[in-house]
């Protein structure tokens, strides 16, 4: 008998173990289909971006951003999308421009634009959501910064902003200063095409492009992971019921006011965040909710703490705050007007690729841009872009040289 029970015991054992190798692996393939779906998409946001970056220098951008009225808060967001940055680049980015001289508000346009109304992020929530995402992602992005300027010019004192541009210029490291503070435009003269053609524009495009990714991998990665280990191991009828799935009216009101605090609660910004809004939006969250939880990549706890840092405690809680408040309302006007539109996708089509390899498009696409990647990061490479690395995550001082041209 004991012999029995020691048999059944280690039976018990093996066969947990067993179950938890299995839901690791189920956690690891959604991730690793997720990564497949969206690797092109990637590499094209990133290289559309380091090609505007190249020929844009940063000092034109200062000049441009020394007030809040409509025209320049228009010019802030498109310079903002071209950027197209991770979240801590981002933050450390608005700030040097709002050291430089620009008007803290633009600064924050920006700063919401780079993050959330950017190629790769469009064309990922395409892939892995619907359209219908990505539309309402840039006419949510809008709403929200012009509900942050209409915020900032009600209730930003003048007493708070002169503390918070005081510490700002205190120059306290937060994270990606270095590859905040480095310029990596083309320095030669001439039009757009001749600069980007050239030689020195080949080499500017491959250190955008590389140091982009090098800010975002990071955190692509754990969104990944964790919307695996979510979609694997946490049941639909948890979140059916957190969001209150079977009460359509009350859901699209809780959805926004709860999505912002879910995505403070992971941890993860930019579009590594996106995988975990599939899982969300096939577990019941409303349309609004999901548009509100991937506009809060900007209040993620790090980067509460890098504001705090910045701009004082007490402009941090005001950030907070109107951040918030504007990712909630823009998700209540996107939920709104995309209802009434008709443009709400069906939430019983909602599905986590789970897939992985095959011989389709994606696979095709895949083997194009991985392509063009592996020639951008020799590139990289070839021209001095090792030193830039070891640059990107210290002080300002620190990452503020010049990119190290090659000579093409």
């Not at 939430?347 to 841009?369: C, E, H, K, M």
Request: some cysteine.
């Amino acid at each position: 008998m004991v012999t029995n029970g020691a048999s059944i015991a280690v039976w018990s054992a093996d066969g947990a173990a067993s179950d938890a190798g299995h839901a690791i692996v189920h956690a690891l393939s959604i991730a690793g289909s997720m990564t497949w779906e969206i690797t092109w998409a990637l590499v094209l946001g990133f290289g559309l971006s380091a090609v505007v970056q190249a020929v844009v220098r940063k000092s034109t951008v200062v000049t441009l951003l020394g007030d809040d009225r409509p025209r320049t808060l228009a010019l802030a967001s498109a310079f903002g999308i071209a950027s197209s940055s991770c979240s801590y680049a981002a933050v450390a980015l608005a700030r040097s421009l709002f050291v430089k001289g620009a008007d803290f508000t633009a600064a924050m346009a920006f700063e919401v634009a780079s993050t959330n109304l950017v190629v790769e992020l469009g064309v990922i929530l395409a892939l892995l959501m619907g359209w219908q995402f990505t539309l309402a992602e840039f006419a949510g992005g809008a709403v929200m910064i012009v509900l942050l300027a209409v915020g900032f010019r009600l209730l930003l004192r003048p007493a708070l902003l002169r503390a918070a541009r005081a510490q700002a210029e205190r120059g306290v490291a937060g994270a990606m200063e270095g590859h905040a503070a480095m310029d990596m435009s083309v320095r030669r003269e001439g039009s757009f095409a001749r600069r980007l053609l050239s030689g020195e524009g080949f080499t500017s495009v491959s250190h955008v492009f590389v140091m982009e990714w090098a800010a975002i991998l990071r955190d692509m990665l754990l969104g990944l992971l964790i919307a695996g280990a979510v979609a694997a191991w946490v049941p639909d009828a948890f979140w059916r019921t957190f969001f209150f799935s079977g009460h359509p009216v009350v859901a699209k009101v809780w959805g926004p006011l709860v999505g912002p605090a879910v995505a403070i609660a992971s941890f993860v910004c930019s579009v590594g965040n996106v995988p975990l809004a599939v899982v969300l939006w096939k577990g019941g969250i409303s349309f609004g909710g999901v548009v509100a939880f991937i506009f809060a990549d900007l209040l993620i706890v790090p980067i509460l703490s890098i504001y705090r840092r910045y701009y004082g405690a007490r402009t941090a809680v005001f950030l907070l705050g109107t951040f918030y408040a504007a990712a909630v309302l823009a998700g209540y006007v996107v939920e709104g007007v995309f209802g009434v539109l008709g443009l709400v996708p069906d939430q019983a089509d909602a599905r986590v690729p789970a897939q992985g390899v095959s011989w389709d498009y994606t696979t095709w696409l895949n083997i194009v841009f991985l392509a063009v990647a592996v020639a951008l990061l020799t590139r990289f490479w070839r021209s001095g872009g090792a030193g830039m690395l070891r640059m990107m995550g210290g002080g300002p001082s620190s990452g503020s040289g010049d990119s190290p041209q090659g000579s093409g």
